[in-house]
């Protein structure tokens, strides 16, 4: 009876052990990682490329569509739960942070890299969940090439794994009225004050 008993708790323990590491290698598999975002090149005006987009209000845009006007762009994808929403709160924060004439001047892009799920009518839905379907803010997608393209000129990373999240650079980026690089924010959470007095600069200078 003893030794059926020390059978049984051993039985007991080792399956205990055995969820327990197959939960955390779960946790492990779903845990969103940010890849730093690559280098970019001075003076390569983004405002050359021809690639379309198409916005949450089915527009077709293309980025030299803004000439003239500084940008402010970020990407992401929609069903993203962990930092995705911080990465657009924090691009609302540089933005809301403008005054009331600059905002009218800045354009935001919002890029999905999840050329699959993100249609234009998903990314309708998702302004209208963040409070962000307002003038001046496009939510955008794309051809996936294209959309690739426009990450390798903005230094972002993004990495598909098999069960369809992303591993990504969490940056956002401020374009100057040429489609230059003008300044980029890497990672979450980050002070926003050198960002907008870029901002400012640029429309002071226009």
């Not at 987009?53 to 992401?76: A, S």
Request: aromatic letters at 10%; glycine letters at 6%.
């Amino acid at each position: 009876m003893r030794l059926l008993f020390v059978i049984l708790s051993f039985f007991l323990i080792y399956s205990s052990g055995k969820v327990f590491a197959q939960d955390v290698h779960h946790q492990h598999n779903h845990k969103q990682e940010a890849l730093k975002a690559g280098e970019v090149q001075s003076g390569h005006s983004l405002y050359h490329l021809d690639n379309e987009f198409i916005t949450h209000r089915n527009e077709e845009v293309q980025l030299f569509d803004f000439t003239g006007e500084p940008v402010i762009v970020v990407m992401f994808y929609g069903n993203c739960t962990q930092v995705c929403p911080i990465l657009i709160q924090d691009t609302w924060r540089l933005f809301s942070s403008l005054s009331e004439q600059s905002k009218e001047s800045v354009n935001v892009l919002a890029v999905s890299f999840d050329t699959e799920n993100d249609s234009p009518e998903v990314l309708a839905e998702y302004a209208k969940d963040e409070q962000l379907d307002i003038s001046g803010w496009h939510f955008v997608t794309g051809k996936d090439t294209d959309i690739r393209m426009l990450a390798m000129m903005l230094g972002v990373k993004y990495q598909k794994d098999s069960n369809g999240n992303f591993a990504h650079s969490n940056l956002i980026t401020v374009l100057d009225g040429e489609g230059n690089v003008a300044k980029r924010v890497e990672g979450l959470n980050q002070p926003m004050d050198e960002a907008a007095s870029v901002i400012d600069a640029i429309l002071k200078n226009m």
